[in-house]
């Protein structure tokens, strides 16, 4: 195969799309609006600690990201989390640690004990009864999350288990978010083995890992991955040029002519809109308006998140194991979510301390805040806030003056909403992008289409490597 690919956009599913184009012996040019390459995944420093400013971490499920990270020399710089110390599930019933065996929430064993302790035995007890439903139940095309968990398997799982994970790892809300985009293989999983219970047992395998710690990461933070992928687009002669905000396409017989705002025009055969799925829409609205109307609308949710470095020698027991997701309207907490940074990953741990050798006990505590509909805590106010809901959570009074060090991060539009008819929506497309092949092709990724998280993202360029042309 020969021709040429422009790549828009360039956090992972770009870079990914860019290198898999190379390997078929194409001439790339990636172009992204931003400064730096990478989306989401990010790094910072706070009080000269190196942290990942937004994935901290990427699912082991699948092996696809860890295959990737090998194939691209990284695998020396893969870490796994802390053993033994899982994570937790805030809600008012209080602090518990997280059931080993669930996915989404959902736990595979309704009765155990771990499960019996956030339910109490009456939620436990409506779960367990929801292997006897039929598999129909509950389970109509573009259901939510919410409608399908309350129903199968009462308010108390939705309310406890389900939503925390919802909103603290989707950044979404159960009232609004299809069941079938948030986690396809339950879905699948629920028409096959008849209930969710046991979709969930079948899907974990046996496995008693905690969600929070079947996972890995890279040191010194997530952001050598998309920088080793520009290094591998650049070594191969590709282009990334950062800083160009496309304002037009133009769809000819042979070519896609894309205008930037610099007023540059560039061409090439085979067009990957590796953006948000708003822009993509607008820029498609009159080169492929076909196209354009049929991806579905994903609305984003900013997220803002505190990340704080602390002398807190009384966290040195990690209380609360590797972190917590909290229940929507927990009392006297608006975090969404906590990692215990220097808890779950060690690397961090020697990392602050070498670079605050004077602090008694240095840790790192990260908060995430902004639930669809909620407004964000004000930046100015926020470090106080955090300190507070931290202190809360962790079962430990931190104050400002043990605080080294803090940083207020917004993602504005890294998070999608998947609403309902979002997977029939993604299921029409490749038909009508199979429809252009006769002439320049598109490609549309991200992780409005592959999923949320690093590891789906992943597993869907591997998955477009294999795809004819023109069904991507």
């Given at each position: 195969?020969?021709?040429?690919?422009l790549?828009?956009?360039?956090?992972?599913?770009?870079?990914?799309a860019?290198?898999?184009?190379?390997?078929?012996?194409?001439?790339?040019?990636?172009?992204?609006?931003?400064?730096?390459?990478?989306?989401?995944?990010?790094?910072?420093?706070?009080?000269?600690?190196?942290?990942?400013?937004?994935?901290?971490?990427?699912?082991?499920?699948?092996?696809?990201?860890d295959?990737?990270?090998?194939?691209?020399?990284?695998?020396?710089?893969?870490?796994?989390?802390?053993?033994?110390?899982?994570?937790?599930?805030?809600?008012?019933?209080?602090v518990?640690?997280?059931?080993?065996?669930?996915?989404?929430?959902?736990?595979?064993?309704?009765?155990?004990?771990?499960?019996?302790?956030?339910?109490?035995?009456?939620?436990?007890?409506?779960?367990?009864?929801?292997?006897?439903?039929?598999?129909?139940?509950?389970?109509?095309?573009?259901?939510?999350?919410?409608?399908?968990?309350?129903?199968r398997?009462?308010?108390?799982?939705?309310?406890?288990?389900?939503?925390?994970?919802?909103?603290?790892?989707h950044s979404?809300?159960?009232?609004?978010?299809?069941?079938a985009?948030?986690?396809?293989?339950?879905?699948?999983?629920?028409?096959?083995?008849?209930?969710l219970?046991?979709a969930?047992?079948?899907?974990?395998?046996?496995?008693t890992?905690?969600?929070g710690?079947?996972?890995?990461?890279?040191?010194?933070?997530?952001?050598?991955?998309?920088?080793?992928?520009?290094?591998?687009?650049?070594?191969?002669?590709?282009?990334?040029?950062?800083?160009?905000?496309?304002?037009?396409?133009?769809?000819?017989?042979?070519?896609?002519?894309?205008?930037t705002?610099?007023?540059e025009?560039?061409?090439?055969?085979h067009?990957?809109?590796?953006c948000?799925?708003?822009?993509?829409?607008?820029?498609?609205?009159?080169?492929?308006?076909?196209?354009?109307?049929?991806?579905?609308?994903?609305?984003?949710?900013?997220?803002?998140?505190?990340a704080?470095?602390?002398?807190?020698?009384?966290?040195?027991?990690?209380?609360?194991?590797?972190?917590?997701?909290?229940?929507?309207?927990?009392?006297?907490?608006?975090?969404k979510?906590?990692?215990?940074?220097?808890?779950?990953?060690?690397?961090?741990?020697?990392l602050?301390?070498?670079?605050?050798?004077?602090?008694?006990?240095?840790?790192?505590?990260?908060l995430?805040?902004?639930?669809?509909?909620?407004?964000?805590?004000?930046?100015?106010?926020?470090?106080?806030?955090?300190?507070?809901?931290?202190?809360?959570?962790?079962?430990a009074?931190?104050?400002?003056?043990?605080?080294?060090?803090?940083?207020?991060?917004?993602?504005?539009?890294?998070?999608?909403q998947?609403?309902?008819?979002?997977?029939?929506?993604?299921?029409?497309?490749?038909?009508?992008?199979?429809?252009l092949a006769?002439?320049?092709t598109?490609?549309?990724?991200?992780?409005?289409?592959?999923?949320?998280?690093?590891?789906?993202?992943?597993?869907?360029?591997?998955?477009?490597?294999?795809?004819?042309?023109?069904?991507?």
């Open positions: 195969m020969s021709g040429s690919t790549v828009v956009g360039g956090g992972l599913a770009g870079l990914l860019a290198v898999r184009h190379q390997r078929a012996g194409r001439r790339v040019v990636l172009v992204e609006a931003a400064d730096t390459v990478g989306g989401a995944i990010a790094a910072t420093e706070v009080a000269g600690v190196p942290l990942s400013a937004g994935a901290e971490a990427y699912s082991t499920g699948s092996g696809a990201v295959d990737l990270v090998g194939e691209l020399g990284l695998a020396e710089q893969v870490v796994a989390p802390r053993e033994g110390l899982g994570s937790r599930v805030v809600s008012d019933a209080g518990h640690r997280a059931p080993a065996t669930a996915l989404l929430g959902i736990p595979a064993r309704p009765l155990a004990a771990d499960v019996r302790a956030v339910l109490g035995l009456a939620g436990s007890l409506r779960a367990s009864l929801e292997r006897l439903l039929p598999a129909s139940y509950g389970n109509r095309p573009g259901a939510t999350v919410a409608t399908l968990v309350r129903k398997l009462g308010p108390r799982v939705l309310e406890r288990l389900v939503a925390p994970v919802v909103g603290g790892v979404a809300d159960p009232a609004t978010l299809e069941f985009a948030a986690s396809p293989q339950l879905a699948a999983g629920l028409v096959r083995h008849g209930s219970t046991r969930v047992a079948r899907l974990r395998g046996g496995s890992q905690s969600a710690t079947r996972v890995h990461s890279l040191t010194p933070t997530m952001a050598v991955l998309p920088e080793a992928l520009s290094e591998r687009i650049l070594a191969a002669g590709g282009f990334l040029r950062t800083g160009v905000e496309v304002s037009a396409l133009e769809r000819t017989a042979t070519t896609w002519t894309v205008r705002t610099r007023g025009s560039l061409e090439a055969d067009l990957v809109l590796a948000p799925p708003d822009t993509a829409r607008q820029l498609l609205a009159r080169a492929a308006p076909e196209i354009a109307d049929a991806i579905p609308q994903a609305p984003s949710a900013a997220v803002r998140l505190v704080l470095v602390l002398d807190a020698p009384a966290l040195d027991g990690f209380p609360s194991g590797t972190g917590a997701l909290v229940a929507p309207g927990t009392a006297g907490i608006r975090a979510a906590l990692t215990h940074a220097t808890a779950k990953w060690e690397h961090v741990r020697a602050a301390r070498e670079a605050r050798p004077s602090a008694a006990s240095p840790h790192v505590v990260r995430s805040y902004g639930r669809p509909g909620e407004q964000l805590p004000d930046p100015e106010t926020i470090v106080d806030l955090a300190l507070a809901d931290a202190s809360r959570i962790l079962g009074p931190l104050t400002r003056e043990q605080l080294l060090g803090s940083r207020v991060i917004d993602w504005d539009r890294a998070m999608r998947s609403l309902p008819g979002h997977r029939a929506a993604l299921d029409a497309l490749p038909d009508l992008l199979a429809a006769d002439g320049p598109l490609e549309l990724v991200g992780s409005w289409r592959a999923g949320t998280g690093i590891d789906a993202i992943v597993r869907a360029d591997s998955s477009a490597s294999s795809a004819p042309e023109g069904h991507s």
